[in-house]
């Protein structure tokens, strides 16, 4: 690029250029190979929500709602979190975000200031390195070991001098979940450092392992200083609707809606509407979607099993599995070019940090026999 327009753009785009690991979103029907690339449920987003979101344009809530949110969803919202926590909240724990995209940078630009640390799993999904990177922080990585277990110790160490920390529950790329026993080390960790914490559920309610999901709403001694981030688009298949929400502190809160007013403004009522009745009415047809993403990733990992040269744990939540495969065959951009060219797209490890240079992503929210053929491709590949 010329001197000339390298300078139109602004420091903050330069440093998200410069960092950023995010790859093209992949829109599903544009390709004739199958894909387990796709982050998004392959279901159709409940009728009772669809029907919802018409009536409220037929009886003209076709204007502004407030900055917040409309009291119908935000009512159903601390419904559900009181249900999730026990605890009590109000409208001022709440924010009505455009999605969870939207919910997460706001939260991040709202506050973290340039030279701040931020403390971010490695592998972890891509979009809070651009948010961190627009604030002008810079972050320090953890990981998982080989055994799934956390080093707390590294990571107590780590937070000395951090300002906030990120966690993804459960995890996109890797299906893993915190344990109310790890919770209790993250909960340590970050009231004696005097931490942030934003907590990313986008795929709450997509767990499969036998103990229920433990938000981190319900930890004790979090919540002055927690910000939970949840969206519609995963659990109630509702990608294409631009619908998500914060609870949290409400200072926390209030930082993240100056933010968010001035980047998106409130959000469009009758999807608000429909959000209500996704919350109050969609629970049957989320469990059904639920159930199916169990079956598929059952199917997904008796598919695997039969590939020697991968690594993988089982994922106990979103629709992802992680997998590692020999430094032999190359890096995962190059290896995901060449799946490709077999017939199956994947995602690359190293959109979600260094950690997944030897690694692909693998998404089971689509339908059966493309994860039978999908993975047969991919074997060939990885042999
Ligand atoms: C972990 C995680 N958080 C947030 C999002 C964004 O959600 P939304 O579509 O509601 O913006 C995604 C989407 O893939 C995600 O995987």
């Known amino acids: 690029m010329n001197q000339a327009l390298h300078s139109i753009s602004s420091d903050a785009v330069q440093r998200i250029r410069s960092q950023s690991l995010r790859g093209k979103n992949l829109i599903p029907g544009v390709t004739d190979k199958i894909s387990l690339a796709i982050g998004e449920p392959d279901f159709g987003t409940p009728q009772a929500v669809i029907d919802a979101q018409v009536q409220a344009l037929g009886a003209g809530y076709t204007h502004?709602?407030?900055?917040?949110?409309?009291?119908?969803?935000?009512?159903?919202?601390?419904?559900?979190?009181?249900?999730?926590s026990g605890r009590a909240f109000?409208?001022?724990?709440?924010?009505?975000?455009?999605?969870?995209?939207?919910?997460?940078?706001?939260?991040?630009?709202?506050?973290?200031?340039?030279?701040?640390?931020v403390l971010l799993e490695d592998p972890t999904y891509s979009l809070y390195l651009d948010g961190i990177n627009m604030?002008?922080?810079?972050?320090?990585?953890?990981?998982?070991?080989?055994?799934?277990?956390?080093?707390?110790?590294?990571i107590d160490r780590d937070a000395k001098g951090a300002k906030l920390i990120i966690l993804c529950h459960p995890s996109n790329p890797t299906g893993a979940v915190i344990s109310r026993?790890?919770?209790?080390?993250?909960?340590?960790?970050?009231?004696?450092?005097?931490?942030?914490?934003?907590?990313?559920?986008?795929?709450?309610?997509?767990?499969y392992g036998d103990s229920p999901f433990v938000?981190?709403?319900?930890?004790?001694?979090?919540?002055?200083?927690l910000i939970v981030s949840r969206t519609f688009s995963k659990k109630y298949a509702m990608t294409g609707w631009r619908l998500g929400y914060l609870v949290g502190e409400p200072r926390l809160i209030a930082a993240a809606s100056t933010v968010h007013r001035t980047f998106n403004g409130a959000i469009n009522s009758a999807n608000q509407i429909a959000g209500a009745t996704a919350l109050r009415q969609a629970g049957e047809e989320a469990e059904k979607m639920r159930r199916s993403f169990h079956r598929r990733r059952d199917l997904m990992e008796s598919c695997l099993s039969k590939i020697p040269s991968i690594r993988f744990r089982r994922p106990e939540g979103a629709f992802y599995f992680w997998l590692h495969y020999p430094a032999s065959l190359g890096n995962s951009s190059d290896l995901a070019?060449?799946?490709?060219q077999a017939g199956v797209m994947v995602r690359r490890g190293e959109e979600f940090g260094a950690s997944g240079k030897h690694a692909l992503r693998l998404s089971y929210a689509t339908d059966e026999a493309s994860i039978v053929q999908g993975v047969e491709r991919l074997g060939r590949v990885l042999t």
Do not use: K, M
């Open 64 to 84: 502004y709602s407030p900055q917040e949110g409309r009291c119908e969803l935000v009512d159903a919202i601390l419904a559900s979190a009181v249900a999730v």
């Open 90 to 117: 109000s409208s001022e724990n709440i924010l009505v975000t455009h999605g969870g995209s939207a919910g997460l940078t706001a939260t991040i630009l709202g506050l973290i200031n340039p030279g701040d640390v």
């Open 135 to 154: 604030a002008g922080a810079s972050v320090r990585r953890f990981s998982r070991g080989e055994d799934g277990a956390f080093d707390f110790d590294g």
């Open 181 to 207: 026993g790890e919770w209790a080390s993250f909960a340590d960790i970050v009231t004696r450092n005097g931490l942030l914490l934003l907590c990313d559920e986008a795929y709450e309610g997509l767990t």
């Open 215 to 225: 938000s981190a709403l319900d930890i004790d001694g979090l919540s002055d200083h």
């Open 337 to 340: 070019a060449t799946a490709a």
